[in-house]
């Protein structure tokens, strides 16, 4: 009886999204027959699509099955990248090459990958921790061993010359016409490497502010009991790592996640320029990236249990017996 309402639920929600996200599109197209481009009215409609999409997105990737949402993710990425590159070419010759309808399906298809890119990326720390960081809790330089928030200031510190050469590049305008690929390739990397940065190190914050980046200690011989594994080795002085934060934030970093990737992104497509500067809209995106990231980072053990309940019983399991030993 539960599972049926459960799956009521979910399908109203979906529904209601789906409503909500096409009279933001109608109305959006709607906006580009009796406004001209970049104005107010117009940058505001395209503004109020984004959000919808990236939050129905958002909402999806806890009601379905990750596998289904991979499969959607992988989709619309594809497509999206070759919806970009059309609209990018017809721009650049000022060529009407599409009819307006197959123009409108084109940027449908590329606000729709945009949209999945923010739920993608927490999708893909939580396989991190699902799969990856056991790996990494076992890296070693010879007898050192690694700690997350090392390899999270370094991925801060990779963003710092990509700032720069981001920097330069938009001084020249063709990095704003027929190569604006390469830009935004590395905006791309410079948003990657601030929030993955902040994410690790955050996530590890407990050895971050003790200056634990690279510690000498015996390679563990055994590995945890837990089935499954999502660490390789659990031990008393890791159970800082397991404290659930006082208050779930997570879902804040969550909506940080997307809209600071839409600023980044779009700008002054996103935010109008009667408001803020492109620039500034940027540069105040990679800013809430950094702490989208962290807080993540900080209540990462939340959204680890909502995706894989059975592992975090196991997990939750392991550390009681620590703590009661």
Not at 59 to 76: A, P, S, T
Not at 137 to 165: D, R, W
Not at 187 to 211: P, T, V
Request: net charge positive; with cysteine; aromatic share 20%.
């Amino acid at each position: 009886m539960r599972r049926s309402i459960r799956l009521v639920l979910k399908l109203v929600v979906i529904i209601c999204f789906f409503i909500l996200n096409y009279i933001s599109l109608s109305n959006y197209f709607q906006a580009k027959i009796l406004y001209f481009p970049n104005s107010l009215e117009l940058t505001l409609s395209k503004a109020n699509v984004l959000l919808s999409l990236s939050f129905f997105f958002l909402i999806l990737m806890f009601i379905i099955k990750i596998k289904i949402y991979r499969i959607l993710f992988l989709f619309f990425i594809i497509f999206g990248i070759l919806a970009w590159n059309l609209l990018h070419l017809q721009n650049t010759l000022g060529l009407e090459l599409f009819p307006i309808i197959f123009l409108n399906f084109q940027e449908i298809i590329f606000y729709l990958s945009v949209a999945l890119v923010a739920p993608g990326i927490v999708l893909f720390i939580v396989h991190y921790i699902k799969k990856i960081s056991g790996k990494f809790e076992g890296n070693f330089i010879g007898k050192y061993h690694l700690h997350e928030s090392f390899l999270g200031i370094i991925l801060l510190g990779l963003s710092i010359p990509f700032y720069i050469i981001r920097f330069n590049m938009i001084q020249f305008e063709i990095y704003w016409k027929e190569y604006k690929l390469y830009l935004a390739i590395i905006m791309i990397f410079l948003y990657s490497f601030i929030y993955f940065g902040s994410f690790f190190a955050f996530r590890d914050f407990h050895d971050l502010i003790r200056l634990r980046l690279l510690e000498k200690v015996n390679k563990p011989v055994e590995k945890s009991e837990i089935t499954n594994s999502v660490f390789n080795s659990i031990t008393k002085d890791d159970l800082h790592f397991f404290r659930r934060t006082k208050l779930n934030i997570f879902p804040f970093g969550l909506l940080l996640t997307c809209i600071s990737f839409l600023m980044v992104i779009y700008g002054n497509d996103f935010i109008p320029k009667e408001y803020l500067t492109h620039e500034l809209i940027v540069n105040l995106g990679y800013i809430l990236s950094f702490f989208a990231g962290g807080i993540i980072g900080i209540d990462w053990l939340r959204i680890f249990r909502i995706f894989y309940p059975s592992h975090y019983k196991e997990l939750e399991r392991k550390i009681s017996e620590i703590g009661n030993s």
